[in-house]
């Protein structure tokens, strides 16, 4: 495909090869059809910002944002949300994404600003001085830290065929982690579509960190969430 023009030149190679392992009607699919998103020049983006060399991680998340403006290439990034806070604390597009939501106070908690108490108001007392203001931010500090941000289906139509995108991308993420198998990476899983490559054959030799889906309220205090991402400081400057 023309996108991998733009895709960081360590990982042409590896994608041509995981998007040649798709069903022919599916890339044609992606080839030619309108309605999805991210459309087909951003699909790929998160291999656009951080190269091979640079991945350290593989952060699997589920499916991309059920809105065209949220969903920009970026797993768990949200295109839509201009600012990560608000005088009341989080900023009313980050409260409205349950899963940017809890995963914000996860990392509040790392930094040692939330214990017990996760409502609104123990966010708004937050100093948020030392901290990152944008959701960019977010993403260029995932990326700082070589995490890459990846969705088991990379591409969204509608709720009802979510299952039916990652199926189908499911070859893809395979072929992929095949060719990365001599590769340094750990792969990071977030929730039940993701947990399925704790059995894929293709993806035995990678360590791995399996957690609950940011969407449950549990990953604010889940421990492997905790040791992972704590020494990253994900929110700092």
């Known amino acids: 495909m023309q996108i991998l023009d733009s895709v960081h030149p360590s990982w042409r190679e590896i994608l041509q090869n995981a998007l040649n392992a798709l069903d022919a009607d599916y890339l044609e699919f992606l080839q030619n059809d309108t309605t999805y998103f991210p459309d087909k020049e951003n ?37 839509k949300v201009e600012s990560l806070f608000s005088e009341n604390g989080l900023s009313k597009e980050v409260n409205r994404a349950t899963s940017l939501r809890n995963f914000m106070k996860m990392a509040f908690v790392c930094e040692n600003e939330l214990k017990d108490d996760f409502s609104k108001e123990a966010v708004a007392t937050i100093d948020k001085t030392p901290y990152i203001k944008s959701i960019y931010q977010l993403k260029d500090n995932f990326e700082k830290n070589g995490v890459l941000l990846l969705n088991m289906a990379l591409v969204f139509t509608a ?57 449950n309220i549990s990953f604010i205090t889940d421990q492997n969430a905790h040791r992972l991402f704590k020494p990253m400081h994900l929110l700092a400057f």
Not at 50 to 56: A, C, M, N
Not at 69 to 75: L, R, T, V
Not at 159 to 187: M, Q, R, T, Y
């Open 159 to 215: 709720k009802e065929d979510s299952k039916k995108h990652v199926k189908a991308w499911n070859v893809f993420i395979k072929a992929l982690l095949k060719g990365l198998k001599s590769k340094d990476i750990d792969l990071i899983l977030f929730g039940k579509m993701a947990e399925v490559l704790e059995k894929v054959e293709e993806a035995q030799s990678f360590t791995k960190h399996t957690m609950p889906h940011p969407y």
């Open 43 to 79: 699909f790929l983006n998160t291999f656009k910002t951080l190269s091979l060399d640079d991945t350290k991680y593989i952060l699997f998340g589920q499916d991309p944002y059920p809105r065209y403006e949220s969903a920009i290439g970026y797993a768990f990034i949200d295109g």
